[in-house]
């Protein structure tokens, strides 16, 4: 702004708000007119302008255009910014020998760097970040107050002089060396497979040799992470591209600001030769998870490397990762062997976000780095309301004003130090936004910590129906409000009728939701040991279609995986009902199918067993399907599956190959889908929860619900599961008010 009020010989003003920018110009008629236009034209490259009001007011004579000092009263209402990947002249910088800021690991303008990870409170200004403690050169601030320089007002700026310095540590926190040394030693380490935790941008990442079998196999043992794939960081495009394949959208996504972990198909040759991928990166998994370099750091690193590393959250399962280098030490002690680490302050975990590219379209499945906080109009303003979201995969959000802000991924909210960090979320966003809640909202399940946390708050609640507000974060960010046909797939979520819902079809108008359809429900014998064990789903679904006679078919893959002594306490354990809770979840029913086909009998992480199913379908596929029913006059119908299990066990018997069938599998559902859709006559369609991270039905459900003449709407900002719930709690919140109005 400042620049285009001088080039337009313009006066006035420009200065920081806790609300945004506020600027006054006058001069000309045409050269305001023509300011306004350009700003909205030329905003750089990482803005996104939301909003904007414009106002005539009487000229004031001022003869020059200034930045003033920034505005600190007033509700907070600025968007924050996400931390943005090294721009291109940067990292020109810092592979110039002749440049000051040459091989510099923190060097950053107004076009990139930390932005989320640094800020503790609005506006955004250098002693309201973790910046605070770094006074500036001359050189620095001369950049700081220059209007031609791309430093101007760049709250982060810093150089070799006055900036953050990196520092290698071995296991009891001794300093092995600094600055450059410390990261050519590091490579050095790398290279020999020793594991080293870097301290990165928001938080702590492993890094080992990507090539190094055993070297993988060890991070593997000492994290405690047995099948779950790891990501990978490699030096440049043309390298990814000699192990995946790319294409136009997905390097696109892969050098963007967000610069996530991209989702690509691996190569059949990728794991071959000596700088080929360990197979135990992602094993039996037909992608591998890429990402570029994003901090100056990690492209020295890279330039100096040369080969793909593993880059996986410096954490313990389930854990939140690690910001603070002390901290990191104590928890990351068993896993690393050095320690390269920074004294710029981490405000806040922000973990790497995962995207997948979906009919040439990203989706997020992970909303953290370069994504979080994400901010989403609302239809009208709501008192200030904490969404605290479910219990996998947990984001919370605030409302306020008309604004919707949900956070970074925090994750599974199973420990003690995952919950920590979930409070400490609801914290951080609070200060930064002056936030001080009147409402909550939270899930109907009455066990989530997130729940117990919304209620210990004492203040009005909204409890919304976890399906629900999976239709709901859809809606929210496509700005739906009309009647939709919501079809809300997933692994698990209370249900109004106390059961565990999952395969659902919701009618939601503006005021509400009706159950209108649903899949077949069977009983998960052993509770919460079904969702680790595919096996015991299939043995509760086909309880469901063969009774007792059940356990005579010892030609089952599911029915071979047990002991004689598991075998014989099954049978009394489903006729009694003892521990077997009733679901009709989709994710449930790939579990089953998943232990049916021998994909998988045991679950080492969340989604394994689906995935398989997917994976399954690969150089195998078919249009064929199978039958199904669907009962009922009125809704809520019922879609049954019993006649496809029946015709999978004859494809079974018959030898057709797993992936024929998994092909088979996913065709159906998606008939399933079209038909329910058919019988509602709803035009607008919504696609939500887990099971639609799934690449194939996903894609494959659009296409035959729009060659049926619906319009079908999916998440394109936040993901698909439940990292969006919390979205969706706020706009329940706001319908809550609404209807109290």
């Known amino acids: 702004m400042y620049r285009l009020a001088r080039d337009l010989s313009l006066a006035g003003f420009v200065r920081n708000t806790p609300q945004g920018v506020v600027a006054e110009v006058e001069g000309s008629a045409t050269a305001v007119t023509s300011f306004l236009t350009r700003v909205l034209q030329e905003a750089p490259r990482n803005a996104r302008i939301e909003h904007h009001e414009t106002y005539d007011l009487a000229p004031l004579g001022l003869q020059e255009f200034r930045v003033l000092p920034s505005e600190h009263s007033g509700e907070k209402s600025a968007v924050v910014l996400p931390d943005m990947a090294a721009c291109p002249e940067c990292l020109q910088e810092i592979f110039d020998a002749a440049n000051r800021r040459f091989r510099y690991p923190f ?9 989320y990870s640094i800020i503790e409170a609005l506006p ?33 700026n810093a150089c070799p002089v006055c900036g953050p ?29 020793q594991i080293v935790a870097l301290k990165g941008l928001g938080g702590f990442q492993l890094l080992v040799d990507a090539r190094n079998a055993v070297a993988v196999q060890l991070l593997r043992s000492r994290k405690g992470r047995e099948e779950k794939p790891f990501a990978l960081m490699y030096p440049s495009l043309p390298s990814v591209e000699e192990h995946c394949f790319v294409s136009a959208e997905e390097r696109d996504v892969s050098c963007s600001t967000g610069s996530p972990i991209v989702l690509l198909s691996k190569r059949p040759d990728a794991s071959i030769g000596a700088n080929g991928i360990a197979a135990d990166v992602a094993p039996d998994n037909p992608y591998l998870g890429v990402m570029m370099p994003y901090t100056p750091l990690h492209h020295l690193l890279m330039a100096e490397l040369g080969f793909p590393i593993v880059a996986t959250s410096g954490n313990l399962s389930d854990e939140p990762i690690c910001i603070d280098e002390h901290e990191a030490l104590a928890r990351l002690g068993g896993f690393a062997d050095f320690f390269l680490v920074h004294n710029r302050p981490i405000a806040r975990q922000v973990d790497d976000s995962v995207v997948r590219i979906l009919m040439k379209q990203p989706m997020p499945l992970r909303m953290a780095r370069g994504y979080a906080p994400v901010a989403v109009s609302l239809p009208a303003a709501l008192p200030d309301c904490l969404a ?64 117990t946390f919304a209620l210990e708050q004492q203040l009005p609640t909204v409890k919304v129906q976890h399906h629900y507000a999976h239709v709901l974060s859809c809606m929210i960010e496509n700005d739906l409000s009309e009647p939709v046909l919501g079809i809300a797939w997933d692994g698990t979520g209370l249900g109004t009728d106390g059961t565990i819902w999952g395969g659902e079809f919701l009618r939601v108008d503006d005021r509400s939701f009706e159950r209108v359809g649903h899949l077949r429900p069977f009983r998960l014998p052993g509770g919460d040991a079904a969702v680790r064990e595919p096996r015991r789903t ?105 006649s496809m299990i029946r015709q999978i066990l004859a494809d079974l018997h018959n030898a057709i190959p797993a992936g024929v069938i998994a092909a088979k599998f996913h065709n159906t559902l998606v008939e399933m889908i079209v038909s329910l859709a058919r019988r509602m006559n709803e035009k607008i369609v919504v696609l939500s929860g887990g099971c639609f991270q799934n690449a194939y039905l996903t894609a494959r459900a659009i296409r035959r619900l729009s060659a049926a003449g619906f319009t079908v709407y999916r998440h394109h900002r936040v993901p698909p599961n439940d990292g969006g719930i919390a979205l969706g709690q706020i706009a329940e919140a706001a319908r809550a008010q609404r209807k109290a109005q």
């Not at 600094?178 to 497979?193: N, P, S």
């Not at 479910?390 to 003690?416: F, P």
């Not at 086909?542 to 089952?556: A, C, I, S, T």
């Open 107 to 115: 060097t950053n303008c107004t076009n990139c760097g930390p932005r």
């Open 124 to 156: 955004y200004d250098r002693q309201n970040t973790t910046m605070r403690t770094f006074p500036m050169c001359r050189d620095c601030q001369t950049e700081y107050e220059d209007p031609s320089n791309r430093r101007f007002h760049a709250q982060p």
């Open 165 to 193: 310095q990196l520092e290698l540590w071995d296991l009891s926190g001794k300093t092995l060396s600094t600055r450059g040394d410390a990261l050519i030693r590091t490579c050095e380490y790398i290279r020999a497979g």
């Open 388 to 451: 605290v979201g479910a219990h996998l995969k947990n984001t919370v959000a605030i409302a306020k004003g008309g604004h919707a802000y949900v956070s970074q991924h925090i994750g599974d909210l199973e420990t003690r130090i995952a919950y920590d960090a979930f409070t400490n979320v609801v914290q951080s966003l609070s200060r930064i936004y002056d936030f001080e809640p009147q409402t909550t909202a939270c899930d109907l399940h009455p066990d989530y910590p997130s729940t």
């Open 538 to 642: 299939a043995i509760g679904l086909l309880y469901e279609v063969f009774g007792p006679q059940l356990f005579e078919m010892r030609q089952l893959k599911p029915i071979q995986s047990f002991s004689a002594d598991e075998l014989r306490l099954l049978p009394d354990v489903l006729a009694r009902g003892v521990n077997c809770p009733v679901t009709s979840s989709a994710g449930r029913l790939f579990d089953a199918v998943s232990s049916l086909l021998g994909l998988c009998q045991h679950c080492s992480f969340e989604g394994q067993a689906a995935m398989k199913v997917e994976f399954a379908i690969a150089g195998a596929a078919s249009d064929g399907t199978y039958d199904y029913v669907m009962t009922g006059d009125a809704p809520p119908y019922i879609l049954d599956w019993e």
